[in-house]
């Protein structure tokens, strides 16, 4: 198998770096966010965190990955995530770029200074600079207390602060900030380098002051790289420079500006990789939909701004850039100034150039906590851990991950004179090979942390310290497979020759759903990655026996090989004894006719003590290939019945369904009886073997008939079923269909009342009537129409007709219309020789009075309904042609008067 080599390079550790471990293994930030870092390198979200910060943040663990306490930069939480002792008000900010810096004591495993720097955030907020605190994690029963508080280091200072080991024989730290020459307010160009020793703060720092650098955007952080000859300092709009850092004294050198290829140019986190060889640069646009972009330079470049590489580039605010104790580097991507997102980002291989550094956008999940702008800063020299995995490209990586099985190969240069000491997970190893080891046919249980420490012959260098972490997957646990198959092709069924699902091996081996299968014709096939492409429809080349190969890849990517057993019995296809098997049609309201079939009771009923399968085709049935099952609708069809016995056929049947028709007929949905008149006769549709009549009214059903026909009396609904009747050798089938109706109530219309307005130019009246039917109006007997309502009706008597619609009869009523003629001409020629009132006789307003008076108001006469009316005279005599009033006082009360002309 192929072989990874990984190179232990070598540098110069500190005695932080020989001694400490997991000082980093836990972070907290954000809102309510935190991480954990495993020994194999995984990663674990915390949600027990109690900070809520924008920006600023910092942690620390013990040796052993235990958490001790973090911080905002104003209230200190121990490890159990309570305030500690005098742990408030500290003088911090949130919205500080980093806040605080959490720095052990020197010889001292209890002592810890917390470095803070303030900011301004609004008028009237009072930046208090740089300060310290002194956190004692032994007091107050181990639970941690503030001893010293807000000692003040400058009045004034950036946002930004970072620490580095000095070296490992003087086992000092240096803590480094940005700010004015004097600590005041003003423009920031001097780096001042306080060094932490074993006897406390030297509070003299060693002040690096650059004349030409005029800073005075606060913000950004500040960084150095794990050796500690490297420093960046990223202070957004004011720009980004990086210098050389000499961690024996303090002093910075060769300052340069690097120019950002990018429209989002304001710089903010920033992060080295292991080694030092790359710089990661996070910018921003600051704009109101903000993007934001991951840069790469090569800091080993002739011109390091030409180098840069363009990472990643997306719609996001300012974030945060840390390297972590597993050598990836972490990125928050938050939207906005005060919207965040659940994830953390991953830069997987940050010592290899450009693209392969292999960035993965929202790769942790933080378990619904909110990552903000900001994650803990650390002294740097906890990350001298130099790259332990050399890739073919020269690059290295951190982590190696091999299949169970592979091999693998620890090595470092061989040094005279040196000891080495090797160990795997904190458990010491003899290796007598010193310098590298080799492990053959790697186990699971060879998987873990693999340290080494070399000591080396002159006790004036320090010790180097190589570290790699080994991931070994399990490869897939298999078996020899066979598939024993009925030659059932449509050419064939005796050649011993037939088409396969080769998937059918391994399908009912419970082996887990992730594991991958590819088939080959031989082992030298699989050595060419020569894979079967058509597993399913595969022929077998070899007649009735052939071996082939497989092999099985998991989810790790990691294979197993195996051998697959072909075996081809010759078959006959026979028609199963039970078979046709009948329905009835289910679609009616489609030409084509179809049914359903059970085919589980066809199955249990006819293949009780097999495995049986159903399918359209030969070859569907050969490779188990749409399987049909369960309520099977289909037009009338042979299937084929696959029989198996443990994943082994056992033969091939036919079986047909026949789909026998069901009537096909229409009858109306409505209809009426007459309540009052009557009953319904219905009539069914004819030629059909059987008739069934239902009432179906209130949710029952009651049969009320049995032939093609049926008198109802009652409204209501009900329900007419027609049936074939088909014999087969079993039963009688009765196919059926059914069609509901209702039948409505209807009646002659009983008229409740007429409203008449009439003595007008536009006489109208309106039949108001009820009853169960639709009915309609009329006032001849001949023409009807829906509406009642009649109008410019001359007056007089007429008769109202209401027909009901669906013939139940007509009801009629006689009306009078009041009116009177506007002239008449009584020469005894028969016309109008009489002036009377219309619509009245000794029937109709019968006990009316009829007054006549001349122009001047004088009585002529007085005429009554039932008589011919006023024929022009008065005692005998003939009135002069004139207009003439009247007054009428009818017997209903109504009282009108009017005019008329007498004509001679």
Same mark, same amino acid.
């Given at each position: ?42 990663? !674990? ?32 939480? &121990?490890?159990? /995530? ?10 911090? #900010? ?11 004591? %020197? ?62 024989? $003087? ?16 423009? *920031?160009?001097?780096? /001042? ?10 509070? &003299? ?11 005075? #955007? ?42 950002? %290829? ?19 640069? /996070? ?16 800091? @080993?470049?002739? &011109? ?73 800063? *650390?002294?740097?020299?906890? @990350?001298?851990? =130099? ?57 699971? $249980? ?126 006959? =296809? ?71 016995? #443990? ?19 229409? @009858? ?72 509901? *109706? ?54 007089? *008597? ?27 001409? %009584? ?28 122009? @001047?108001? !004088? ?39 009017? /005019? ?5």
């Amino acid at each position: 198998m192929k072989k990874q080599y990984l190179i232990l390079f070598l540098s110069i550790f500190s005695f932080l770096q020989v001694a400490a471990q997991r000082e980093t293994s836990n972070w907290y930030f954000g809102y309510g966010a935190g991480i954990q870092f495993n020994d194999n390198g995984s990663v !674990t979200a915390l949600t027990d965190g109690k900070l809520n910060t924008l920006e600023g943040c910092t942690s620390i663990s013990d040796a052993s990955g235990n958490l001790l306490a973090y911080t905002d930069g104003i209230t200190v939480y &121990n490890k159990n /995530h309570q305030i500690v002792q005098n742990g408030n008000g500290l003088w911090g #900010d949130p919205s500080s770029t980093q806040s605080a810096i959490i720095v052990p004591k %020197p010889e001292d495993p209890n002592i810890y200074y917390i470095f803070t720097v303030d900011t301004s955030v609004v008028e009237g907020d009072p930046d208090f600079g740089l300060n310290y605190s002194v956190l004692d994690i032994s007091q107050n029963g181990g639970n941690g207390a503030i001893t010293e508080k807000n000692k003040k280091l400058l009045n004034d200072s950036s946002e930004k602060i970072a620490g580095v080991i000095k070296d490992c024989f $003087e086992q000092s730290i240096w803590v480094i900030t940005l700010a004015s020459e004097a600590g005041a307010v003003g423009f *920031f160009n001097t780096y /001042h380098c306080y060094e932490v020793s074993a006897a406390g703060i030297n509070t &003299n720092a060693v002040k690096n002051t650059f004349p030409d650098l005029l800073i005075s #955007d606060p913000r950004g952080y500040l960084k150095l790289s794990s050796d500690g000859t490297k420093m960046v300092s990223a202070n957004a709009y004011d720009g980004l420079f990086v210098y050389d850092f000499d961690p024996k004294t303090g002093i910075l050198s060769n300052q340069l500006q690097l120019t950002i %290829p990018s429209s989002n140019a304001i710089p903010y986190g920033v992060e080295f990789s292991t080694e030092g060889h790359y710089l990661y640069v /996070h910018t921003f646009n600051d704009e109101e939909i903000s993007n934001a972009s991951l840069i790469q330079y090569d800091l @080993f470049a002739s &011109n390091i701004s030409t180098s840069a590489v363009v990472i990643d580039e997306r719609a996001a605010y300012r974030g945060a850039l840390q390297m972590a104790e597993n050598g990836k580097i972490y990125r928050t991507t938050p939207k906005n100034y005060f919207e965040g997102t659940a994830y953390l980002s991953v830069i997987n291989n940050p010592s290899v150039k450009g693209l392969a550094a292999n960035y993965v956008h929202n790769a942790v999940s933080l378990n619904g906590k909110t990552a903000m702008q900001g994650l803990p800063p *650390f002294i740097q020299s906890f @990350f001298n851990k =130099i790259d332990l995995i050399k890739n073919s490209d020269g690059s290295t990586s951190t982590t190696l991950t091999i299949c169970e099985k592979e091999s693998f190969i620890l090595e470092v240069d061989e040094y005279s004179g040196a000891r080495y000491e090797w160990e795997k997970d904190g458990i010491p190893l003899i290796n007598p090979n010193n310098y590298y080891l080799e492990v053959s046919s790697a186990s699971l $249980e060879d998987a873990g942390k693999y340290k080494l420490k070399i000591t080396l012959a002159d006790p004036k260098e320090c010790p180097i310290i190589g570290e790699s972490t080994i991931v070994i997957n399990p490869v897939p646990i298999i078996e020899n497979l066979q598939i024993i198959q009925c030659d059932i092709d449509e050419d064939s069924t005796t050649d011993g020759i037939t088409s396969l699902n080769l998937e059918q091996a391994y399908l009912l081996k419970n082996y887990p759903e992730d594991y991958t299968f590819s088939f080959f014709e031989s082992t030298t096939a699989i050595t060419n990655n020569q894979a079967i492409l058509n597993p399913i429809g595969y022929r077998n080349t070899t007649p009735f026996h052939q071996i082939i190969y497989y092999t099985a890849t998991n989810e790790f990517g990691c294979s197993s090989e195996g051998t697959l057993e072909i075996t081809v019995q010759a078959t006959t =296809i026979n028609t199963n004894n039970e078979s046709p098997f009948y329905t009835c049609q289910s679609n009616l309201d489609t030409a084509e006719i179809v049914g359903v079939f059970d085919l589980e009771q066809i199955r249990q009923n006819s293949y009780p003590a097999i495995n049986a399968t159903f399918y359209t085709s030969l070859v569907d049935a050969s490779l188990e290939q749409n399987e049909i099952s369960g309520d099977y609708t289909t037009p009338s069809i042979n299937l084929y019945v696959r029989l198996e016995k #443990d994943n082994e056929c056992q033969g091939v049947e036919s079986i047909a369904l026949i789909v026998n028709a069901a009537p096909s007929f229409t @009858f109306p949905e409505e209809h009426y009886v007459c309540t009052d008149g009557e009953y319904l006769d219905l009539v069914a549709p004819s030629g059909y073997d059987s008739y069934e009549w239902k009432n179906t009214t209130n949710n029952s059903e009651v049969v009320i008939g049995e032939s093609p026909t049926i008198t109802i009396s009652e409204p209501g609904n009900y329900k007419l079923t027609l049936g074939y009747d088909y014999s087969t050798l079993r039963e009688t089938l009765i196919c059926t269909n059914s069609v509901d *109706f209702t039948v409505y109530p209807s009646n002659r219309a009983q008229i409740e009342n007429i409203i008449i307005k009439d003595i007008s130019d536009n006489n109208t009246i309106e039949i108001l009537v009820s009853g169960d039917g639709d009915y309609e109006y009329s006032l001849d007997g001949i023409d009807y129409q829906s509406n009642s309502n009649f109008s410019n009706l001359e007056p007089g *008597f007429a008769t109202v007709y209401v027909q009901d619609k669906k013939g139940c009869g007509i009801t009629e009523d006689e009306i009078s219309i009041i009116g009177y003629p506007k002239f008449f001409s %009584p020469n005894g020629d028969g016309t109008n020789d009489y002036w009377q009132l219309l619509g009245v006789n000794e029937i109709y307003q019968a006990d009316s009075e009829i007054s006549i008076f001349d122009r @001047f108001g !004088t009585l002529i006469t007085r005429i009554m309904p039932e008589s011919k009316g006023w024929n022009g005279t008065t005692n005998g005599i003939n009135v002069p042609a004139s207009d003439y009033w009247f007054k009428v006082n009818l017997e209903d009360g109504r009282v009108f008067t009017g /005019h008329f002309a007498l004509k001679r």
